[in-house]
């Protein structure tokens, strides 16, 4: 009888022990696991060369590819529209000639940042003339 208890209440607690570890909220097991989806959202930056704060707003687009929308916003002028892609916790800006409506260009834009968690993304990249000429290097720290 004392068997039959023992070996019942080891049962009973495996079975519990199954049902609560399978109930936890998972997170990403790993930065591999990141999607272009979990970048997309309007992120709050600060930038090392901008003085104040802007957002930035980032769609998914296709399977890898992302849309970034009023990068690089510095005081009153409007921000640029890049393009990205994404590969697990790393967004690759290729380098891309863009031209803002208030700041002129084209200006060149590379980069590639890292996405540390789906609420917080560090973008260092570099910008300067279409030619190359007068390069700034710089770092977006956007939170969400």
């Not at 005081?75 to 700041?103: D, E, K, R």
């Not at 968690?117 to 973008?123: A, G």
Request: glycine share 10%.
């Amino acid at each position: 009888m004392k068997t039959k208890i023992t070996s019942s209440i080891v049962l009973f607690s495996l079975f519990c022990g199954t049902v609560f570890w399978g109930c936890k909220k998972k997170e990403k097991d790993t930065a591999a696991n990141f999607t272009n989806a979990d970048y997309a959202g309007t992120w709050n930056v600060t930038d090392g060369c901008c003085s104040g704060s802007f957002q930035i707003t980032i769609a998914a687009s296709g399977s890898d590819g992302v849309t970034i929308t009023n990068f690089r916003k510095c005081a009153a002028a409007a921000g640029w529209n890049l393009t990205g892609t994404v590969s697990g916790a790393t967004l690759t800006i290729p380098a891309q000639n863009v031209v803002s409506s208030t700041q002129g260009g084209p200006y060149k834009f590379s980069g590639t940042g890292t996405l540390n968690s789906t609420s917080s993304l560090s973008i260092p990249y570099t910008m300067a003339d279409a030619a190359g000429n007068y390069p700034q290097s710089c770092t977006a720290t956007c939170t969400k």
